[in-house]
């Protein structure tokens, strides 16, 4: 636009004084005087034309090439913050997506701690003992050796560390709290007792926590509970 200015000045004062030329001329002719002629002066002002014409061009250009340049700069500027907040994206969802894990598995960490502080139960429940004789002979018959053998089982995760077991056992029929009806292995509870020491055996994802049972009452069936406690 300034290019375009300055060549619409230019070819205003050239056309001005190429008037004011001509006007002067006719005024000498019209006075009987010879007319001067100035070729010089013709040729000044279609040099500066030409001369107008091409600087409007060559600055035009400049300008042209000024705003590419500018633009390409501005590009390349918008294109490195660009990467720049992607890039400070990508930081802040890992490490939001970090925090977020390392929150859940602090959770989960404090959750597997109150249950292995409170324990895991298991419990199972077995008939009297049958020898196919009538009740008060099977009350005789029924004795250790052919007594009802058991495990109890509780499943708890692979890495835990059995920090305590506490056995129980009832009558399936009885009204007394489980508090009341703890035993020690080895410990006859009437026809019924825990055996050997607790084993552990591994599953895919866990392990289980085993104690062996027995019992040989005829009359009533038996309950027998275990709480294994852990530390993940």
Same mark, same amino acid.
């Given at each position: 636009m300034a290019a375009l200015i300055g060549a619409t000045a230019t070819f205003a004062t050239a056309l001005f004084q190429l008037l004011v030329n001509a006007r002067r001329q006719a005024a000498e002719r019209a006075a009987g005087k010879p007319a001067s002629r100035?070729?010089?002066?013709?040729? /000044? $002002?279609? =040099?500066?034309?030409?001369?107008?014409?091409?600087?409007?061009?060559?600055?035009? %250009?400049? +300008?042209?090439?000024?705003?590419?340049?500018?633009?390409?700069?501005?590009?390349?500027?918008?294109?490195?913050?660009?990467?720049?907040?992607?890039?400070?994206?990508?930081?802040?969802?890992?490490?939001?997506?970090?925090?977020?894990?390392?929150?859940?598995?602090?959770?989960r960490l404090v959750a597997e701690r109150r249950r292995g502080a409170e324990g895991v139960v298991a419990v199972i429940g077995l008939p009297p003992c049958a020898t196919g004789q009538s009740a008060a002979?099977?009350?005789?018959?029924?004795?250790?050796?052919? /007594? $009802?053998? =058991?495990?109890?089982?509780?499943?708890?995760?692979?890495?835990?560390?059995?920090? %305590?077991? +506490?056995?129980?056992?009832?009558?399936?029929?009885?009204?007394?709290?489980w508090?009341?009806?703890?035993?020690?292995?080895?410990?006859?509870?009437?026809a019924a007792k825990f055996v050997d020491a607790f084993y552990e055996r591994a599953q895919p994802d866990a392990k289980e926590v085993c104690q062996r049972f027995m019992h040989w009452g005829s009359q009533k069936g038996r309950l027998a509970r275990v709480l294994v406690k852990y530390a993940p």
């Open positions: 100035k070729p010089g002066t013709w040729l /000044a $002002i279609f =040099a500066l034309m030409l001369a107008a014409a091409v600087g409007g061009y060559a600055f035009a %250009e400049y +300008q042209a090439y000024r705003d590419r340049e500018d633009s390409r700069l501005l590009r390349q500027e918008m294109q490195t913050r660009l990467r720049d907040i992607g890039e400070a994206a990508v930081r802040l969802e890992r490490a939001g997506i970090q925090k977020s894990d390392q929150s859940e598995a602090d959770a002979d099977a009350q005789t018959a029924c004795s250790e050796t052919n /007594a $009802i053998h =058991a495990s109890v089982c509780v499943t708890i995760p692979a890495s835990a560390t059995v920090t %305590e077991v +506490q056995l129980f056992t009832r009558t399936d029929d009885a009204q007394q709290p508090t009341e009806s703890k035993v020690q292995t080895g410990q006859d509870a009437g």
